[in-house]
């Protein structure tokens, strides 16, 4: 019985998943981006993002992780040298899954696994600005200052039209 285990099985061997989910990991890593079905895109994010974060700490320890998770010397060293300057400061969701539609041949959902600093629409400046949220309010003096000059400049652009 499978009983609370959530794994996606794939409907395939433990080894033969293993080797795809790694063969799919070293794609990503080399590729910056791949496309596969939505279920292998979610078994994929679970699998590759704890190699990702292994990654930000350049130890032969974790190298040797990764590499017995991915079995690739080239995909480990693409992975701890540029990869992880990238994502040095990302606090994890290191992977984004784009819905794309279902495949024609045989109508499964397909979509789009990669790697979130590597696509430019998303993030036009190429790097990744890091989010601040406020924790508290700000002071009233600080509100009427920000409002009168937001309106002093709006008065200012009107009257140079």
């Known amino acids: 019985m499978r009983h609370g285990k959530k794994f996606n099985h794939l409907g395939r ?3 033969h ?12 890593i080399e590729h910056k981006r791949i ?16 190699l990702l974060t292994k990654s930000k700490n350049d130890t032969t320890h974790n190298r040797r992780v990764v590499f017995s998770y991915l079995r690739d010397k080239y995909a480990v060293t693409e992975l701890f040298k540029e990869i992880s300057v990238k994502i040095a400061d990302r606090p ?10 279902n495949r024609q041949g045989d109508n499964a959902p397909m979509a789009m696994v990669e790697l979130v600093d590597y ?11 890091k989010k601040t949220t406020r924790r508290g309010r700000r ?3 600080d509100d009427v200052a920000t409002a009168t000059e ?12």
């Open 139 to 141: 002071k009233k003096t």
């Open 35 to 50: 496309n596969t079905t939505e279920a292998k895109a979610k078994a994929l994010r679970k699998y590759v993002e704890p």
């Open 119 to 129: 696509n430019e629409l998303y993030n036009p400046k190429g790097s990744s600005t």
């Open 150 to 161: 937001t309106v002093e400049t709006k008065k200012e652009e009107k009257s140079e039209e």
């Open 13 to 15: 061997q433990t080894a």
């Open 92 to 101: 994890g969701g290191y992977v984004r899954i784009i819905k794309l539609g």
């Open 17 to 28: 998943r293993k080797a795809m989910l790694a063969n799919m990991a070293c794609s990503l």
